[in-house]
């Protein structure tokens, strides 16, 4: 094959048996890779109802045509699973360099299978796999895994490991990639622990073969200079995603107090000017990224001294910063070491304190109930201490690490008006009374609360020129009208059902491809258009813009229908009431709230949703799922 390896890895861990399978083409052609391989898989193997931490769930680790090449932001891998916070559709995206190196080794996707007996590592190395044991790797931090591994083999060898929270369960570990990039959300390194698989490492030689190679590396080569050149990549070269702080606490889209606010009072101390002033150590770059905007971080003195690491990213400067009303960057800097090497999603642990903060405010939950804990906004060592907590499940922390949403089930009565979540996962760093389609994509969302499923940044930063160029025809085609000015005001729910709709097929592309949405969402670089060519010169398949928005869809639709099999429906497509009924206190939101109904009437339109929630069966097979549309009809 071109583009793919063509070869699956099938890793049976209960009988510890290990053996490859021939990628088939029509579904490498239909579904690309990622997630989309991943959601065929998962579909067509995985039971409906079982627990998610039992020996009967599947992971699956897929790149994707592009990985290993050198178009553009393609070191990044898809993880998927059934999601121990969700109950539901599971999945986790990360950079680095593991992806490319596991298409070195001549594999396309590993899907694990049942439960090992003791804890083991998977080895890979070109044609050589083995699963070995882990006994001296338990109990473990990643760093430390990282390091021993490479000891043990080989100094460059690329690792995917699970920390103490993975082993302990707690439902917000992540997989760590190479020590610092994190498959997050979804709390699938608890999956990893559940299956006593605690890393794997993976190193390859091969060559990928291209289809046209020098149409493709020209192509590339175009790609890379657009990237580049484009105006907002200079800003994320210099600072990365903590540049966010400060441009979304200006337009007041930064979660502050569990979200009890988007401003935050404090927020010029979290700023990526600070951090880079005082704190910059160095840059880095996933495979085939010229954006390089990891930044490694370390406090040089104080009660936090102490190598920071990489991936200070927005999302945990908020988590760990404005959501839990803490304003000291080297505690965040601290924490987010922490987080690493323990394996944690930064987004659910700074939701689940938050809640627990704002439920001890309001006198819900006492001293008597924390354990003699004072539950105070903006404490750093509390922040710390509950980390530790969670992850090694101690006190209160055996509570927190199950997750806001069993939490709030759990505590009940007035708790659960607090609880930030949709489908059980923590609503990310975005405000959606601030922007009005990220309010609407926290829950259309297949995996729960999150922002990259459809990656609507357009309003947000306000392109207009990007927006005619990628929604104008749809607006018309549809409504027989242009879509500005509407589309460009973040502020307005009109035609945002649309631009979430479209933006989540490009981002079922981009995850299936795999590249980083730092090259399609944001920046807006590249478009259905320019993913069919790369794909087409890369493989040899011919894809037209058209393929690609059929493709993208068929994957969004896929991980719906899998959701409705585990029993979710238009009920779970709801956003807590503070969203809703409680304005936005500050400009320039002020008085504003979600139009949460009026969005998702419209958008369950274009989806061809009826009223549960469920594809038609037309729209089903529209998109190549007609065996789905049979189940879903006679279920």
């Known amino acids: ?165 993975g082993e302990n369960l707690v439902r917000m570990a992540a997989i760590m990639i190479d020590k610092y990039a994190a498959v997050a959300r979804s709390g699938l390194g608890a999956v990893m622990g559940s299956k006593k698989l605690k890393a794997i490492a993976v190193y390859g030689t091969k060559q990928i073969n291209l289809y046209n190679k020098y149409r493709f590396y020209e192509f590339t080569y175009q790609a890379q200079r657009r990237l580049s050149s484009h105006q907002f990549s200079k800003e994320v070269k210099q600072y990365g995603t903590e540049i966010l702080v400060d441009l979304m606490n200006e337009i007041a889209r930064y979660p502050t107090r569990n979200f009890q606010s988007g401003y935050f009072e404090q927020y010029e101390k979290l700023s990526a000017h600070l951090l880079k002033e005082k704190y910059r150590v160095r840059d880095e770059s996933c495979y085939a990224c010229p954006l390089h905007c990891k930044k490694y971080n370390a406090v040089k003195e104080g009660k936090y001294k102490g190598d920071g690491g990489l991936g200070l990213e927005y999302e945990t400067l908020n988590a760990y910063g404005g959501r839990v009303g803490n304003s000291d960057p080297e505690a965040v800097i601290y924490a987010n070491a922490l987080s690493n090497k323990y394996g944690l999603d930064t987004d659910d642990v700074g939701g689940v304190i938050g809640f627990m903060m704002e439920i001890y405010e309001k006198g819900i939950i006492d001293k008597e109930f924390t354990g003699g804990l004072e539950l105070k906004w903006g404490d750093s060592d509390l922040l710390i201490k509950l980390i530790n907590m969670i992850t090694f499940r101690e006190g209160i922390g055996d509570l927190m690490a199950e997750g806001t949403h069993r939490a709030a089930l759990k505590i009940g009565g007035e708790a659960l008006y607090y609880d930030m979540t949709v489908k059980g996962v923590d609503i990310p760093a975005q405000d959606g009374r601030a922007q009005k389609s990220m309010g609407l994509s926290h829950v259309t969302s297949n995996r729960g609360a999150d922002h990259l499923t459809s990656g609507e940044f357009l309003s947000e930063v306000g392109w207009p020129d990007a927006i005619v160029e990628r929604f104008e025809k749809r607006a018309k085609e549809i409504y027989g009208r242009s879509i500005l000015p509407e589309g460009a005001d973040r502020l307005s729910p009109k035609f945002k059902p649309l631009m979430v709709y479209d933006s989540e097929h490009l981002a079922a592309l981009a995850d299936s491809m795999v590249v980083c949405k730092f090259s399609t969402h944001w920046p807006p670089v590249f478009f259905f258009e320019d993913l069919a060519k790369a794909v087409t010169y890369a493989t040899g398949y011919k894809y037209s813009e058209a393929d690609m928005r059929v493709i993208g869809e068929r994957i969004f639709l896929l991980e719906r229908a899998f959701n409705i099999r585990e029993g979710l429906s238009s009920k779970d497509d709801r956003l807590p009431e503070r969203f809703l009924k409680e304005p936005a206190q500050t400009p320039p939101n002020k008085g504003h709230v979600v139009e949460l109904d009026e969005m998702l009437s419209e958008y369950y339109r274009l989806r061809g949703y009826n009223s549960e929630g469920i594809p038609s069966y037309d729209r089903l097979v529209k998109v190549g799922l007609e065996d789905v549309a049979k189940y879903l009809y006679d279920m």
Do not use: C
């Open 1 to 165: 094959m071109y583009g793919w390896m063509g070869r699956i890895l099938r890793i049976n861990l209960t009988d510890e048996k290990i053996k490859w399978e021939t990628l088939p083409e029509d579904l490498a052609r239909n579904y690309i890779g990622g997630n989309g391989l991943g959601a065929r898989i998962l579909w067509d193997e995985l039971k409906p109802g079982i627990d998610p931490l039992s020996p009967e769930n599947i992971l699956v680790f897929a790149t994707g045509p592009l990985n290993g090449t050198l178009w553009p932001t393609s070191g990044r891998l898809h993880v998927m699973a059934k999601g121990p916070l969700s109950n539901a559709w599971g999945e986790g995206n990360s950079g680095g360099h593991f992806a490319p190196y596991l298409k070195f080794a001549g594999y396309d996707a590993i899907i694990f299978e049942g439960a090992a007996k003791k804890p083991v590592y998977l080895y890979i190395d070109d044609g050589i796999v083995e699963l070995r044991d882990a006994k001296h790797l338990w109990g473990k931090d990643v760093w430390e895994t990282h390091e021993i591994l490479k000891k043990e083999i080989r100094e460059d060898i690329r690792t995917a490991a699970i920390g103490q929270a």
